[in-house]
């Protein structure tokens, strides 16, 4: 056997040196269902078989990838263990201690034969997760918000599949333990450059779960992607941030789990502060403290720069967005903005307070040092 230096990995697999995770993962599943000594009975088969595996093992790992590519490229100084052959890839599942995978396994692990042949680039894992929500943005005018109005709405989701019933199983109801790592959802394979790694199934994907008869119209996920249409209905007096919810028209969950809603969200631009009226009010807002601090501590004369500069600039960003015609939505989120602003002014007022404090205080001090040494005490 070739030393693990003189091993192109990506050759074994048949990708690019460029090529993405998921492209090593699909060519790997490729290559093992081919290889797997159960199914090809080659006298070389087992040995191609632990090749592949390795190299899977090495590719898909982000870190070992990258010291395998340097040492490629001929940096001597990326590993420095034992290159020799003498330690054999090796494929075990976890869970199974140190079992031989190749003698009287039963089952095939990438997908089966006959009915359990999956769908290329599809994953066989069965993993129930509940769909999510699916949001979409509706802006509408000022008068139809007030009035309320109905739209129709065309959208792209995640629905049950049809041939399945959502379940990812054409015949059979149930999942069962995935064959390769046994129930585990994980992968111990002894690479020999890089030690005895620990993966995640490409299998169950970690779930420790297959489908048991995938099906061939969702490959086993149980839902597929599709157009869905929905009718919102838009209650008068809506302001823009508002939600409609519509129960169950989210996306579909895996494995026949529960189906997220459609959320409507309500926009009217004119009740949305521009950017140049957000940072208008946050400026006002930050000038607002230094301005009562002035008044109360009774140096305004030297808060002036302080305040002035902010002041000014949020009087002008906040005119240049026009406030004539605003509803009070509009001002409340203005309201938001100046709090926002007057918080973090607040804060540096509150420091710039206790300097000027501290400042006094040591100059009090200094002054009656000065008075009392001058008395010759």
């Not at 943005?137 to 109905?150: H, N, P, S, T, W």
């Not at 607002?288 to 720069?305: R, V």
């Not at 906040?318 to 100046?338: E, H, M, P, Q, T």
Request: net charge neutral; hydrophobic share 35%.
């Amino acid at each position: 056997m070739a030393s693990m230096n003189d091993k192109d990995y990506y050759a074994i697999l048949g990708v690019d040196e460029k090529a993405s995770i998921e492209e090593i993962r699909k060519a790997f599943q490729t290559k093992a269902r081919k290889l797997h000594p159960d199914v090809n009975k080659a006298p070389d088969a087992e040995e191609q078989f632990k090749e592949v595996s390795e190299a899977y093992a090495v590719l898909s790992d982000k870190d070992k990838r990258a010291r395998y590519d340097a040492m490629r490229s001929g940096n001597v100084f990326s590993y420095g263990g034992d290159t020799s052959a003498s330690q054999g890839g090796g494929y075990t599942g976890g869970g199974y201690g140190g079992y031989d995978p190749f003698g009287g396994f039963g089952g095939f692990p990438f997908g089966g034969m006959g009915t359990q042949q999956r769908r290329s680039g599809k994953s066989r894992a069965f993993n129930p997760k509940a769909g999510a929500d699916v949001v979409y943005q509706l802006d509408i005018d000022a008068d139809k918000a007030r009035e309320g109005c109905r739209r129709g709405v065309t959208y792209q989701r995640y629905a049950s599949c049809t041939n399945c019933g959502g379940s990812g199983s054409v015949h059979t109801e149930h999942s069962k333990a995935c064959p390769t790592c046994g129930g585990t959802g994980r992968l111990t394979v002894d690479t020999g450059l890089f030690g005895v790694m620990e993966m995640v199934c490409p299998e169950c994907e970690g779930t420790g779960r297959v489908v048991a008869d995938p099906c061939p119209t969702c490959g086993g996920s149980g839902r597929v992607l599709e157009a869905s249409e929905v009718v919102v209905d838009v209650p008068a007096n809506s302001h823009d941030g508002d939600e409609i919810r519509i129960s169950g028209k989210g996306n579909a969950g895996t494995n026949g789990s529960s189906t997220g809603d459609f959320v409507c969200r309500v926009g009217v631009p004119t009740e949305r502060l521009g950017r140049k009226s957000a940072m208008g009010f946050q400026l006002i807002g930050f000038a607002a403290p230094f301005l009562l601090m002035g008044i109360i501590m009774s140096i305004l004369s030297s808060m002036a720069f302080v305040i002035c500069v902010p002041l000014v600039l949020g009087v002008v960003f906040v005119l240049s967005d026009g406030i004539a015609k605003r509803n009070s939505v509009w001002w409340k989120n203005a309201g938001k903005a100046f709090v926002n602003g007057f918080s973090t002014g607040f804060m540096f007022a509150l420091f710039l307070g206790f300097m000027f404090s501290c400042s006094a205080r040591m100059g009090s001090a200094a002054t009656y040092t000065r008075n009392v040494t001058g008395m010759g005490v």
